[in-house]
T-cell receptor, first 113, second 116 residues
Framework: EDQVTQSPEALRLQEGESSSLNCSYT??????LFWYRQDPGKGPEFLFT???AGEEKEKERLKATLTKKESFLHITAPKPEDSATYLC??????????????FGGGTRVLVKP | GAVVSQHPSRVICKSGTSVKIECRSL??????MFWYRQFPKQSLMLMAT?????????EQGVEKDKFLINHASLTLSTLTVTSAHPEDSSFYIC????????????FGPGTRLTVT
């Protein structure tokens, strides 16, 4: 069974204080690893897809990296508007899994000015 | 691009009644749509997967007769909560995956259901 574990559960940062979020996963053949951002009371917003170990993607202050066992989301010099819950999910290549995503529990990030 | 809408955003209904939630892909054709449920401060729980023109596949423990899903076209899926009870109160979110959009899912803004 596919499993995704995110740490820490919550993260408090001062504005400008860079940090990293961890997503550890086990999956039967990784089709893709996905990062989403979710604001309170809203649906998740797509950020990145990573397909293979060594791949990196960047968007503004966010950078996602991938190894065979985990992914990191690095937040560089965060601003208060980066406060959100960040969700990691994986999709398996196994046909029976369809296109389902398995989500981690999320990391709640609070950036204080 | 890849915008998904949901309607209504909030709904309050009385116990025993049914409520329908619509999920639309606005700028792409969604071959597969997903319905999730989210409890406060928890992650998303997949309820069912629907492919256009075929019956939905429900996750273990989800009552298919209670949560009716219809994916009638490539841009519309509906979730009907039948004979709603207070324990059905939750945040329901749909997502869609389309042709040519790789494997990521795009999510709607969610629907807050309150059953009184």
């Amino acid at each position: 069974e596919d499993q995704v574990t995110q740490s820490p559960e919550a993260l408090r940062l001062q504005e400008g204080e860079s940090s990293s979020l961890n997503c550890s996963y086990t999956v039967s053949g990784l089709r893709g690893l996905f990062w989403y951002r979710q604001d309170p009371g809203k649906g998740p917003e797509f950020l990145f897809t990573l397909y293979s170990a060594g791949e990196e993607k960047e968007k503004e202050r966010l950078k996602a990296t991938l190894t065979k066992k985990e992914s990191f989301l690095h937040i560089t010099a965060p601003k208060p508007e980066d406060s959100a819950t960040y969700l990691c999910a994986v999709s398996s290549m196994i046909k029976a899994a369809g296109n389902k995503l398995t989500f981690g529990g999320g990391t709640r990030v609070l950036v204080k000015p | 691009g890849a915008v998904v809408s949901q309607h209504p955003s909030r709904v309050i209904c009385k116990s025993g009644t049914s409520v329908k939630i619509e999920c639309r892909s606005l700028d792409f054709q969604a071959t597969t749509m997903f319905w999730y449920r989210q409890f406060p401060k928890q992650s998303l729980m997949l309820m069912a997967t629907s492919n256009e023109g075929s019956k939905a596949t429900y996750e273990q423990g989800v009552e298919k007769d209670k949560f009716l899903i219809n994916h009638a076209s490539l841009t519309l899926s509906t979730l009907t909560v039948t004979s709603a009870h207070p324990e059905d109160s939750s945040f329901y979110i749909c997502s869609a995956k389309g042709l040519g959009l790789a494997y990521e899912q795009y999510f709607g803004p969610g629907t807050r259901l309150t059953v009184t």
